[in-house]
């Protein structure tokens, strides 16, 4: 099965996800796995202009929720996925190539209440993993400091060209710089007093982690903790992974994925004549906007 035509809206908010290869814990969190990730996302961040609004890592794939103004999503997260890789293998030593099984899902957000939603999943997305019992305890990049606490949260940016350029000096210090992981709030809460949002946010997390220990209570199971996450072999891989469907979007309401479904189907028929017609050498041809022409097999 092909992947989904990509129809990319510089005022919608994606929930974004990407899972490692094989599922392995390559992303198990660590120092230099933390910085590593940290310093890619803001370094797209900065280029592409991608407003974040929530964020979590775990062993073996990520969750975002962001917005692209320019849409510009697929650099963003191709500039983060491709980096991230290559300085990740080096960290590890054993492996290359990317770490990355697929191309990322992308679904498109819509209502504050589907917004606030994805929010929440991905703060408690730790949680619901069992594999530690707070959003706050999680020992990986996670956006809970600055939606809870509203913490700055940076990362060190260390500008390799400049330093190969000027010899490779044992000193690095004049080619680091501090640079933050911004949160970009939606209308809706941005507009709300911080302690206001702050107690929305904090209850409703608090009640989706006592769910997750209720189901642990229920099924006699245990969180693993945050020493056994870190002692995890970054090349294991769980005993079995959850595969859900890929929903069509994330709407607060049935009239929002109706009127979501009724757009979606007018842009994939005029995408699939222009489509057509490029694919027949009119290379003219005007696209839906946000979105990319088909590839094409280039025969000498």
Known sequence: MGNP???????????????????????????????????WFVRAQRTTGVEIVAYVVLGNHFHLL???????????????????????????GDRRGT?????????PVFGE??????????????????????SEDW?????????LHDEKVSFTLFDRTAWC?????????????????EITLPEFLARMDPEERTALIRNHLEAREAECRDTRRRENRTVMGRGRVLAQSPRSRPRSTNRSNRPLCHAATIEAWMAYRNERR??????RDASELYRGGDHEVEFPK???????RKVA
């Open 5 to 39: 035509i990509r129809h990319l809206d510089g005022n919608t908010f994606y929930f974004i996800t990407s899972r490692c290869i094989d599922s392995e814990f390559l992303l198990r969190p660590d120092p230099e796995v933390n910085q590593i990730l940290g310093e």
């Open 66 to 92: 962001c917005r692209a103004p320019k849409r510009n999503l697929d650099r963003f997260v191709g500039l983060f996925k491709s980096q991230s890789s290559r300085q990740i293998n080096r960290h590890r």
């Open 99 to 107: 770490l990355y099984q697929r191309r990322y899902s992308c679904e």
């Open 113 to 134: 209440g589907a917004i606030l939603d994805r929010i929440l999943y991905i703060l408690s997305n730790p949680a619901a993993a069992h594999l530690v019992n707070r």
């Open 139 to 147: 020992p990986g990049l996670i956006s809970t400091p600055q939606l």
């Open 165 to 181: 350029a000027a010899g490779c000096p044992e000193d690095r210090t004049p080619y680091l710089e501090e640079g933050e992981l």
């Open 266 to 271: 007018l842009f994939l028929a005029s995408y």
């Open 290 to 296: 946000g979105s990319f022409p088909p590839w094409i």
